[in-house]
């Protein structure tokens, strides 16, 4: 007669690897990190929702806001000139990094395609990062500071004291308060930044598109080797 306990203690044996496997399953999140609960993923900032009652704000809070803005990229477009371009910025405390509008017909032609300014100390580096449509990558040499510089968000929202609320509106996905200052110029004030995202200058409109906040690191406003993608 055959003796069937040494397959059955291999059997049990099994299972029992198979109940502990099943017990320590992990998941994993959208960041690389695994965990055995997908509740205790962290949450991502799309799944961050942002607060959308503006119920008692001043304007003297929303223009505050702007203080908690240390980076921020996005495309910068002047809507009142539609044969120009978006261009690309990047903003990290004191330092911009600004991409130009150049030539794209001719392969090896540019000897600079961006900017990157020093708030701080006023000066400005031009560097040509395409392999594609540089003469040569890396550093261009110094440029003309003012030439170059276009006003970010900060910059238009910086000083202001006081303005006056116009209305209240949507830029894409973003809440903003209208607001007029005592020279006129109308600020669209993204309500959980406090820095606007069009400003209304006469017939001036500039945008600022796509926009990241907080999210640019120090790579983001140095020269990078690339290939511009038309």
Same mark, same amino acid.
């Given at each position: 007669?055959?003796?069937?306990?040494?397959?059955?203690?291999?059997?049990?044996?099994?299972?029992?690897?198979?109940?502990?496997?099943?017990?320590?399953?992990?998941?994993?999140?959208?960041?690389?990190?695994?965990?055995?609960?997908?509740?205790?993923?962290?949450?991502?900032?799309?799944?961050?929702?942002?607060?959308?009652?503006?119920?008692?704000?001043?304007?003297?809070?929303?223009?505050? +806001?702007?203080?908690?803005?240390?980076?921020?990229?996005?495309?910068?477009?002047?809507?009142?000139?539609?044969?120009?371009?978006?261009?690309?910025?990047?903003?990290?405390?004191?330092?911009?990094?600004?991409?130009?509008?150049?030539?794209?017909?001719?392969?090896? +032609?540019?000897?600079?395609?961006?900017?990157?300014?020093?708030?701080?100390?006023?000066?400005?580096?031009?560097?040509?990062?395409?392999?594609?449509?540089?003469?040569?990558?890396?550093?261009?040499?110094?440029?003309?500071?003012?030439?170059?510089?276009? +006003?970010?968000?900060?910059?238009?929202?910086?000083?202001?004291?006081?303005?006056?609320?116009?209305?209240?509106?949507?830029?894409?996905?973003?809440?903003?308060?209208?607001?007029?200052?005592?020279?006129?110029?109308?600020?669209?004030?993204?309500?959980?930044?406090?820095?606007?995202?069009?400003?209304?200058?006469?017939?001036?409109?500039?945008?600022?598109?796509?926009?990241?906040?907080?999210?640019?690191?120090?790579?983001?406003?140095?020269?990078?080797?690339?290939?511009?993608?038309?």
């Amino acid at each position: 007669m055959v003796n069937r306990t040494p397959l059955l203690l291999i059997i049990l044996g099994l299972l029992t690897v198979l109940f502990v496997t099943s017990c320590a399953t992990k998941y994993v999140c959208t960041d690389g990190s695994t965990v055995s609960d997908p509740d205790l993923c962290p949450k991502t900032t799309e799944e961050i929702k942002e607060p959308v009652s503006n119920q008692g704000l001043s304007i003297e809070e929303l223009l505050m +806001k702007s203080r908690n803005v240390e980076s921020m990229s996005y495309d910068y477009k002047r809507v009142d000139k539609p044969l120009e371009k978006p261009v690309d910025v990047w903003i990290k405390k004191l330092i911009i990094k600004q991409r130009l509008n150049v030539q794209t017909e001719v392969l090896n +032609k540019n000897t600079m395609d961006a900017v990157i300014f020093d708030t701080g100390a006023t000066t400005a580096q031009a560097i040509c990062e395409s392999k594609k449509y540089c003469i040569k990558t890396g550093d261009a040499g110094p440029v003309d500071y003012d030439q170059y510089y276009v +006003k970010t968000p900060l910059d238009w929202i910086d000083g202001v004291a006081s303005a006056e609320k116009i209305s209240e509106a949507k830029i894409g996905t973003r809440n903003v308060w209208q607001l007029r200052t005592p020279e006129g110029v109308s600020l669209w004030v993204d309500t959980y930044y406090g820095v606007p995202l069009r400003v209304d200058v006469g017939n001036e409109r500039h945008e600022f598109q796509n926009v990241l906040f907080n999210g640019v690191q120090e790579k983001d406003v140095q020269f990078a080797e690339r290939d511009l993608i038309q």
